[in-house]
């Protein structure tokens, strides 16, 4: 469903991203982890086509992903959410039910809007909102395409418990019906239970591409420390 192969994204002289690899199959959570300025939401800017890339390759289903092809089957939340001002939530789920052309899309609309608690902030402005509500609706316009991939740049941040845990059941969801989904995350609890395979990036590098089991098998000797403790231990500074 992804593939990226010898990404480069340079800032004058310093790579942000440093010539990394790797693919998403269909139907597979992956959890993008880093410490701040590792090249995490560098990368998924560059997949999604928001910063140009210095060098390398990425497809999307195949094709090119800056091709309209390749934007039709992706969705992508970014870390800080936005929304249109003058647009109420329920116009911003019309604009992009025109935009995608998704057919039911009330249907769908009211569904997403009452699993996250929005029905009551349907007529609000989008200047309105909180940063949790922004976020809220920001995740209903990315799932109401039905997108075959997920691009989530820290998705729990803003959210209440309850809409956590709704967004995890969902990721579940979409998993069993084959979506594919790249998280990038500092909450690594938050990812700990949903992730097939782990990425873990240092200085634009990827030092870990793995499932859990594999990774703790690889790095820790004793076979008990939990991700949070693998994660440190393979970020830390030398």
């Given amino acids: ?54 060098a390398g390759k990425i497809e999307i289903g195949g094709h090119d992903h800056l091709s309209v092809a390749a934007k039709k089957l992706f969705s992508y939340i970014p870390e800080t959410p936005h929304v249109y001002d003058l647009l109420t939530v329920w116009e911003h789920l019309q604009f992009i039910a025109q935009a995608y052309h998704v057919s039911d899309w009330k249907e769908k609309a009211e569904q997403w809007i009452e699993i996250y608690e929005l029905s009551d902030k349907r007529d609000k402005l989008g200047r309105d909102l909180s940063k949790g509500m922004r976020q809220k609706v920001s995740i209903c316009c990315a799932l109401l395409p039905d997108p075959e991939l997920l691009f989530f740049d820290e998705p729990m941040i803003g959210l209440d418990p309850k809409a956590i845990k709704n967004t995890k059941r969902i990721f ?50 004793g076979g008990d420390s939990s991700l949070e403790d693998l994660f440190l231990e393979l970020t830390k500074d030398e």
């Avoid at 010898?6 to 002289?13: A, C, H």
């Avoid at 084959?178 to 030092?207: F, Q, Y």
């Fill in 1 to 54: 469903m992804l593939a990226v192969e010898g990404l480069v994204k340079k800032y004058g002289k310093q790579n942000a991203v440093n010539d990394i690899s790797f693919s998403l199959q269909g139907g597979e959570v992956v959890g993008l982890l880093g410490p701040n300025g590792a090249g995490k939401s560098t990368t998924m800017k560059c997949i999604v086509g928001l910063l140009r890339k210095t």
């Fill in 172 to 221: 579940n969801e979409l998993k069993q019906r084959g979506k594919t989904i790249l998280v990038s995350t500092h909450l690594i609890d938050s990812v700990e239970t949903i992730a097939d395979r782990i990425m873990i990036m240092k200085n634009g590098n990827i030092i870990g591409n793995d499932t859990l089991a594999n990774l703790k098998a690889s790095f820790d000797q």
